[in-house]
C-alpha cells in the first residue's frame, strides 16, 4: 500500500483554507482536509517577533501526491513562505486504504 502521509499549513482565514482544501480532495490529491480555526500562531519572522490568528489544514494523502500537494499549497497560498510539512502516517489499514484509493492516479486504458 502506498505511504499515506499528514500534510499541514496555516492560512489566514477560513475562506481561503476552505478554497485550498475544496480545490485539494476534488483534483483527488488529498483525501480529505481537516480545517481547524482558530489558531494562534507564534513565530519570528524577519527578525521580530509575530503573532496571528490563522486557520490549520490537516491534509491527508500518499507520498506519490506529496509534490502535487506541496505545489498547490505554494500556489494558492497567500504568505510569501508558506509552511508545508509532511509526516508519514501509520494507522487504521482500512482507513489508510482508503486514502490511497482516494488519492490514486486514474491510470489510461
Same mark, same amino acid.
Given at each position: 500500500?502506498? /505511504? $499515506? #502521509? =499528514? $500534510?499541514?499549513? *496555516?492560512?489566514?482565514? $477560513?475562506?481561503?483554507?476552505?478554497?485550498? @482544501?475544496?480545490? #485539494?480532495?476534488?483534483?483527488?490529491? @488529498?483525501?480529505?482536509? *481537516? =480545517?481547524?480555526?482558530?489558531?494562534?500562531?507564534?513565530?519570528?519572522? /524577519?527578525?521580530? $517577533?509575530?503573532?496571528? %490568528?490563522?486557520?490549520? =489544514?490537516?491534509?491527508?494523502?500518499?507520498? @506519490?501526491?506529496?509534490?502535487?500537494?506541496? /505545489? @498547490?499549497?505554494?500556489?494558492? %497560498?497567500?504568505?510569501?513562505?508558506?509552511?508545508?510539512? +509532511?509526516?508519514? =502516517?501509520?494507522? %487504521?489499514?482500512?482507513?489508510?486504504?482508503?486514502?490511497?484509493?482516494?488519492?490514486? /492516479?486514474?491510470?489510461? +486504458?
Amino acid at each position: 500500500m502506498e /505511504q $499515506v #502521509l =499528514l $500534510v499541514m499549513t *496555516n492560512l489566514p482565514d $477560513v475562506e481561503s483554507a476552505q478554497a485550498l @482544501a475544496h480545490s #485539494l480532495v476534488q483534483n483527488k490529491i @488529498a483525501a480529505c482536509v *481537516n =480545517l481547524l480555526p482558530g489558531v494562534q500562531s507564534v513565530y519570528r519572522w /524577519q527578525g521580530k $517577533v509575530e503573532q496571528a %490568528h490563522e486557520v490549520t =489544514l490537516i491534509i491527508k494523502t500518499t507520498q @506519490a501526491r506529496y509534490h502535487q500537494v506541496e /505545489q @498547490a499549497i505554494i500556489v494558492a %497560498h497567500p504568505y510569501d513562505l508558506p509552511e508545508v510539512i +509532511a509526516m508519514p =502516517l501509520t494507522g %487504521h489499514a482500512a482507513y489508510l486504504h482508503w486514502v490511497s484509493q482516494e488519492t490514486a /492516479q486514474e491510470k489510461n +486504458a
